[in-house]
């Protein structure tokens, strides 16, 4: 039990051939950016021209996009313009003024899309994460991908680990410690909380993949990866090893990573749900207790130092299964809870060094990280 609730807390809180990465935009379209309106509002506009990485912006670009926000009618207006003439007006209009960045984030969106520009998905995903805000206590909170916004969600008690429900992100899957842990669903929009089961021990959704869930269940202290059938509602064990198997995620059609320490520490394992192997995913590092999958890649979080009395460095690692591929993504610090965009292009993480914390975005095709600070600490998100 003792060594189990170790492992746990390491997890929450804790030379191969390497990828080529080449940049897809030699010749990026030039554009003018013009902007009247609130100081914070611009601040979000710059942030999402710079992530996104797709466009020069020269004030002498015969292209030109006026961007205004009505903070009283909380509209923004944004008019496309060739060689200043206006010949497309889009309007994009909130009930909140704190809304806004959602408004910038979708404008900033259809102007990629008109370009026919790489996906920008991300720029319009919403956020959910746990935030603890005393001592057992956890709120779900709503935010964009900047995490500018701020909504609440769920509140009272102990409401962690957060997961999208769905492709459309109207529901969200958690855990709140009850008398045992509980499995909810929730619906974002109208409020409707439904409950799903309970289980003795530790109580997670980790995955989703349309119907079928992936969760971490720690019945009489034995932590294993299931999958649970929402159609069926029948619960299948996919692991058995007399030891800590959690964090499982779908890769591929037929396989699961997860997180195991049955080579004495925590690493990244695959099984393969037709003929059941299990082996071994990365054989780097001190141990890993973080993974994410998007279709053959996986992003893995490593420890790379083992120091007694100062922070240790983990960093994260991006695995193509297709040629067994290794190219390292982070350099120094605390890089954890790797967690890849809706179209892959992104892996959004977290950064801790020394006492402060902070939000990292990968643009993987760019070669860039972008790094926003933390005004507290996240229990766990889900973007």
Not at 273 to 290: A, D, E, I, S
Not at 363 to 374: D, G, H, T, V
């Amino acid at each position: 039990m003792k060594k189990f609730f170790l492992f746990l807390l390491i997890f929450l809180f804790a030379d191969a051939k390497e990828i080529v990465i080449t940049k897809y935009l030699e010749n990026k379209p030039a554009i003018n950016i013009k902007f009247n309106g609130p100081k914070e509002v611009k601040k979000i506009l710059n942030m999402d021209f710079e992530v996104l990485d797709h466009f020069e912006l020269e004030n002498n670009s015969t292209l030109s996009f006026n961007f205004n926000y009505d903070k009283n009618a909380k509209t923004l207006t944004v008019e496309y313009l060739k060689k200043g003439q206006p010949y497309i007006i889009r309007k994009y209009k909130s009930n909140s003024y704190a809304y806004f960045p959602f408004l910038i984030h979708k404008a900033v969106y259809d102007i990629n899309e008109y370009f026919h520009m790489p996906s920008a998905k991300f720029l319009i995903r919403k956020v959910v994460y746990s935030l603890l805000t005393a001592p057992k206590e956890a709120s779900i909170y709503l935010s964009d991908y900047t995490l500018s916004y701020k909504k609440r969600l769920i509140s009272g008690g102990l409401n962690i680990f957060p997961k999208w429900a769905d492709k459309k992100q109207k529901e969200i899957y958690f855990t709140k410690l009850e008398r045992l842990p509980v499995l909810y669903k929730y619906n974002i929009y109208t409020g409707k909380k439904e409950k799903l089961f309970s289980s003795e021990g530790l109580l997670i959704v980790s995955d989703v993949k349309k119907d079928k869930i992936l969760l971490t269940l720690a019945k009489n202290s034995q932590p294993d990866v299931y999958l649970f059938d929402l159609k069926l509602k029948k619960l299948k064990r996919l692991t058995f090893y007399k030891g800590i198997d959690v964090n499982g995620k779908f890769w591929g059609d037929n396989k699961i990573a997860f997180v195991s320490d049955r080579y004495g520490r925590p690493y990244i394992f695959e099984k393969n749900l037709k003929n059941k192997k299990v082996k071994r995913v990365l054989y780097h590092g001190k141990n890993q207790v973080g993974v994410d999958a998007y279709k053959n890649y996986l992003v893995i979080s490593s420890r790379e130092t083992s120091n007694a009395f100062k922070p240790n460095t983990f960093n994260l690692f991006l695995i193509n299964s297709e040629d067994d591929s290794l190219k390292r993504l982070t350099m120094k610090g605390q890089n954890s809870f790797p967690n890849f965009s809706v179209d892959g292009s992104s892996i959004m993480f977290i950064k801790r060094e020394n006492f402060f914390s902070k939000i990292g975005i990968i643009r993987l095709s760019e070669n860039k990280i972008f790094y926003y600070p933390l005004p507290k600490i996240l229990q766990s998100f889900d973007w």
